[in-house]
């Protein structure tokens, strides 16, 4: 293996360690001596990576967030209908947000207590999240699809539907939905939306 993708393996594996370990422990719980040994290298060599511990939780976040999904999906949606692609795009969030939920937890129970760094990247990121929905809604208003309506307002009300609808499932103890309540939630909601949204 050359240098390289050598270095590329090991970044991964502080990456994939460090996922799993701040969703086990939280941010807080975490230690970067800890990552690194459960990642079977030095805590040096962890440094030669990130630079810090906040450092590390930021790429986590870039890493297996709903971003980089979001990012892979808007070239293929804006060929799509406007209404199908809205449920493409709730459909992968619910599934992103369902496979990280045991992080979600434990930044919800100890975000209290983060430092003042990490409130600003968590606050960076979800303005990144964001920015990028509002990319696909500036383009259907340049269509002629989408009347006025401040695009970034319009992503995070969009988003906000469907972190409530997970967050009464997981965290509020309410009764489990099924899968078609939840396509039909995402129909619905997605309905809504569109209605409010289009020209």
Same mark, same amino acid.
Request: charged letters at 30%; proline letters at 2%; zero cysteines.
């Given at each position: 293996?050359?240098? @390289?993708?050598?270095?590329?393996?090991?970044?991964?594996k502080?990456?994939?360690? $460090?996922?799993?370990?701040?969703?086990?422990?939280? %941010?807080?719980? $975490?230690t970067? *001596?800890?990552? $690194? *040994?459960?990642?079977?290298?030095? /805590?040096?060599?962890?440094? +030669?990576?990130?630079?810090?511990?906040? +450092?590390?939780?930021? /790429?986590v976040? #870039?890493?297996?967030?709903?971003? &980089? $999904?979001?990012?892979?999906?808007?070239?293929?949606?804006?060929?799509?209908?406007? /209404?199908?692609?809205?449920? =493409?795009?709730?459909?992968?969030?619910?599934?992103?947000? #369902?496979?990280?939920?045991?992080m979600?937890?434990?930044?919800?129970?100890e975000i209290?207590?983060? &430092?003042?760094?990490?409130?600003?990247?968590?606050?960076?990121?979800?303005?990144?999240?964001?920015?990028?929905?509002?990319? !696909?809604? #500036? =383009?259907?208003?340049?269509?002629?699809i989408?009347?006025?309506?401040?695009?970034?307002?319009?992503?995070?009300?969009?988003?906000?539907?469907? @972190?409530? %609808?997970?967050?009464?499932?997981?965290?509020?103890?309410?009764?489990? !939905?099924? #899968?078609?309540?939840?396509?039909?939630?995402?129909?619905e909601?997605?309905?809504?939306?569109?209605?409010?949204?289009? *020209?």
């Amino acid at each position: 293996m050359d240098t @390289f993708k050598e270095s590329q393996s090991t970044r991964s594996k502080i990456l994939e360690t $460090a996922l799993r370990l701040f969703s086990q422990r939280g %941010y807080l719980g $975490a230690t970067t *001596k800890e990552i $690194a *040994k459960e990642a079977g290298i030095a /805590e040096v060599t962890l440094f +030669r990576h990130f630079s810090s511990k906040e +450092r590390l939780f930021e /790429e986590v976040l #870039n890493t297996y967030s709903f971003l &980089p $999904a979001l990012k892979g999906l808007l070239p293929e949606i804006v060929k799509i209908p406007y /209404e199908d692609a809205l449920i =493409v795009i709730a459909k992968k969030f619910l599934e992103t947000l #369902n496979l990280r939920k045991e992080m979600i937890r434990i930044m919800h129970s100890e975000i209290h207590r983060y &430092p003042e760094k990490i409130h600003r990247i968590y606050h960076s990121f979800m303005d990144e999240l964001f920015k990028t929905l509002a990319s !696909y809604f #500036n =383009v259907m208003q340049k269509k002629g699809i989408l009347r006025e309506f401040d695009t970034e307002f319009g992503a995070r009300a969009f988003l906000g539907m469907f @972190f409530s %609808y997970f967050n009464a499932q997981e965290f509020k103890m309410r009764k489990k !939905y099924r #899968n078609d309540d939840t396509d039909r939630t995402i129909k619905e909601y997605v309905n809504i939306f569109v209605r409010g949204t289009l *020209k």
